[in-house]
C-alpha cells in the first residue's frame, strides 16, 4: 500500500499528552490504552482457565477419581470452557481490533472513545462475577458451558450469577462490535476504499456484523433460562410442557456463528503475518474477502449440526449435513490463498512466521475433523465423545489461540517500541506446537474408541491415551509461562525496535514510530 509521507504530528512521540498514574488506565479513551487493558484482561483469563484445564488433566491422568468428586469436576470443564471462550480468545482479538483497526484505516481513534471505556470496564466485572461462582453455596456451574437445560433450571445461585455475567459479557460484545462498524465505514483515511482495506479490517468488519446478530439471540436464551428459574415459566421445562431440545436450537444459532466470531478476526491476522514474512502480496485478495463474507452467512444456517442425536427428521440431519459440508469450500479457498501466499516467497522463520504456518497446517487438521463430524452416521457415532474435544481444540487453540500468539509476536515491536526475544519466542513456539499436538492428537483415537467426554473416570483400555493427553497438557501449560517472560521481558528490557522491523510489512501502522505516538494520524494519511 502506497501512501503519502505521515504529518509531522504523527512522526514523534507526543507522550507528554498523554494522562499519567492510575486515571490514565481507569478514564481512557485512547483506543491503544484500551486495546492493551483488553490484552492483559485475556491473558489472566487465558491463565486462569488453563489452570482448570490442567487440573481436569490431572484427574484424568489415572483411571479412578484421584483429586475431585464428579460435580467438582463438572464445574472444571464448564468453567474452563466459559472462561476460555468468553473471557480469553473473544477479549484478545477485541483487544487486537482496538490496537490494530484505527492504526491500518488512518484514523485518530475509535468513533466511539467512551463507549469503548465502557465496553472494557463490563468484562473485569463480569469475570469477577464468574470466578466468584467458586465461592458461593453449591459451587460453580457445572451443566456444560452450551448452559443446556434442564440442569440449568435446577442448579444453585452460580448459575443465576453465570446468566448475569454472561448478559454483562454479551452487552461489552455489541457495545464493541458497533464500535468497530462504524469506526470502520466512516473513518478510513481518504482513498482507501472497502477494496484497499487490510484483510485484517474486513474480517472484524464482518464479525463486528455477527456479533450485532448473535448476542441477543443468546441473551434471549439466557433470560427464558433465568423465567424457568425464578418466574414459573417452562420454556425449557418438560414437566410444565416446555422443550428442552428448543434451548439446543436457539443456544447453536448463536453458538455457531461464535465459532466463526472466534476464528475470522484470526484469519485477518494470519493473512496479515504470511505476506509480511513471505515478502509477497496476498494471493486472491479479493476472494479471501468473499470467502469470509460467505463463511459468515453459511455459519447462520448450519447451527443443528450439533443436534443430530436430538431425533431430528432425517430430512433436517441432509440438509444440515450438506450445508456443514458446503462451509468448508470458502475456509478451503482461504487455505489455499495462505499457501499460494507463500508459494516461492523470499520467506523467513521469525516467530509469528512460526505460529502463521502451524496455524494453516493444525487448522486444517481441526477442519477436516469437522468434516468427518459432518457426516450424519459418524457423527451419531461419535456425538459427545473425545473426538469432538479433540476437533474443537484444533480449531480454537491451534486457530485461535495460535493466531492471537502470531499477531502478539507481530505487533509486539510496534506497540512497545521494543524488540521481543527472539530465541525465547521459537522456544516458545515449538514447545507449544508439540505439547499441543501430544494433548490433543490423542484424543481423536480415545473419541473413534468411544470415551465419552465430560466424565472424571474412565475404563482401563482408556488409560495410556488419557496418561499421554494429561503429560501433554501439562508441557502446553507451563510452556505458556515463556510467553508472559518474553512479553513482559521485551515491554520493560527489549532493545529499541525500528520502526518497520518486518521487512514485508506494508500496512498502515508501519509508518508510524514504533512506539506509535499518543495521538496517531491527527492528520490523515492519503493513500494511493
Known amino acids: 500500500m502506497n501512501t503519502t509521507t505521515i504529518s509531522d504530528t504523527a512522526s514523534h512521540h507526543d507522550e507528554h499528552d498523554a494522562p499519567t498514574g492510575i486515571a490514565r488506565w481507569l478514564a481512557s479513551t485512547n483506543h491503544k490504552d484500551i486495546g492493551t487493558l483488553y490484552l492483559w484482561f485475556s491473558l489472566f483469563m487465558f491463565f486462569f482457565a488453563g489452570a482448570l484445564a490442567m487440573l481436569v488433566r490431572a484427574e484424568l491422568f489415572q483411571p479412578g477419581l484421584q483429586l475431585f468428586q464428579p460435580e467438582v469436576f463438572n464445574q472444571l470443564t464448564t468453567m474452563h470452557g466459559l472462561i476460555m471462550i468468553f ?32 465496553s472494557f470496564w463490563l468484562l473485569p466485572a463480569a469475570g469477577i462475577l ?82 450485532v446478530a448473535v448476542m441477543p439471540v443468546l ?58 514474512f513471505a515478502r509477497k502480496p496476498l494471493f486472491g485478495y479479493a476472494s479471501m474477502v468473499y470467502a469470509v463474507a460467505s463463511i459468515a452467512f453459511l455459519s447462520f444456517i448450519v447451527w443443528a449440526h450439533h443436534m443430530f442425536t436430538t431425533g431430528m427428521p432425517v430430512g433436517g440431519q441432509l440438509f444440515f449435513m450438506y450445508t456443514t459440508m458446503l462451509i468448508a469450500i470458502p475456509t478451503g479457498v482461504k487455505v489455499f490463498n495462505w499457501v499460494a501466499t507463500l508459494w516461492r516467497g523470499s520467506i523467513t522463520f521469525e516467530t509469528p512466521m512460526l505460529f502463521s504456518i502451524a496455524f494453516v497446517c493444525l487448522f486444517t487438521i481441526g477442519g477436516f475433523s469437522g468434516l468427518v463430524l459432518a457426516l450424519v452416521p459418524v457423527d451419531i457415532q461419535l456425538q459427545d465423545t473425545y473426538y469432538v474435544v479433540a476437533h474443537f481444540h484444533y480449531v480454537l487453540f491451534s486457530g485461535s489461540a495460535m493466531a492471537i500468539m502470531a499477531g502478539v509476536y507481530y505487533w509486539l515491536p510496534k506497540w512497545s ?3 521481543y526475544n527472539e530465541t525465547l ?43 499421554i493427553s494429561s503429560i501433554g497438557g501439562f508441557m502446553l501449560g507451563v510452556s505458556q509461562l515463556l510467553f508472559l517472560y518474553n512479553v513482559v521481558q521485551c515491554i520493560r528490557r527489549g532493545t529499541p525496535a525500528a520502526d518497520k522491523p518486518w521487512e514485508g510489512a506494508d500496512t498502515l501502522e508501519w509508518t508510524l514510530s514504533s512506539p506509535p505516538p499518543y495521538h496517531s494520524f491527527v492528520t490523515p494519511p492519503h493513500i494511493k
Open 87 to 118: 473471557g480469553a480468545i473473544m477479549p484478545a482479538l477485541v483487544g487486537f481490533a482496538n490496537w490494530q483497526i484505527p492504526l491500518m484505516i488512518g484514523a485518530p481513534d475509535m468513533a466511539f472513545p467512551r463507549l469503548n471505556n465502557w
Open 130 to 211: 464468574l470466578i466468584a461462582t467458586f465461592f458461593v453455596p453449591g459451587g460453580a456451574i457445572s451443566g456444560g458451558w452450551t448452559m443446556y437445560p434442564p440442569l440449568y433450571i435446577q442448579g444453585g445461585m452460580a448459575y443465576d450469577i453465570s446468566i448475569l455475567a454472561i448478559h454483562i459479557l454479551g452487552i461489552s460484545s455489541i457495545m464493541g462490535a458497533i464500535n468497530i462498524i462504524t469506526t470502520i465505514l466512516n473513518m478510513r483515511a481518504p482513498g482507501m476504499t472497502l477494496m484497499k482495506m487490510p484483510l485484517f479490517v474486513w474480517t472484524w468488519l464482518i464479525t463486528a456484523f455477527l456479533l
Open 219 to 276: 441473551a434471549a436464551a439466557i433470560t427464558m433460562l433465568l423465567t424457568d428459574r425464578h418466574f414459573g415459566t417452562h420454556f425449557f421445562n418438560a414437566a410444565g410442557g416446555g422443550d428442552p431440545v428448543m434451548f439446543q436450537h436457539i443456544f447453536w444459532f448463536f453458538g455457531h456463528p461464535e465459532v466463526y466470531i472466534m476464528i475470522l478476526p484470526a484469519f485477518g491476522i494470519i493473512s496479515t503475518t504470511i505476506p509480511a
Open 417 to 419: 517500541g521494543r524488540m
Open 425 to 467: 519466542g521459537k522456544l516458545h513456539f515449538w514447545l507449544t506446537a508439540i505439547a499441543f499436538n501430544i494433548t490433543f492428537f490423542p484424543m481423536h483415537f480415545l473419541g473413534l474408541a468411544g470415551m465419552p467426554r465430560r466424565i472424571p473416570d474412565y475404563a482401563l483400555q482408556f488409560a495410556d491415551f488419557n496418561m
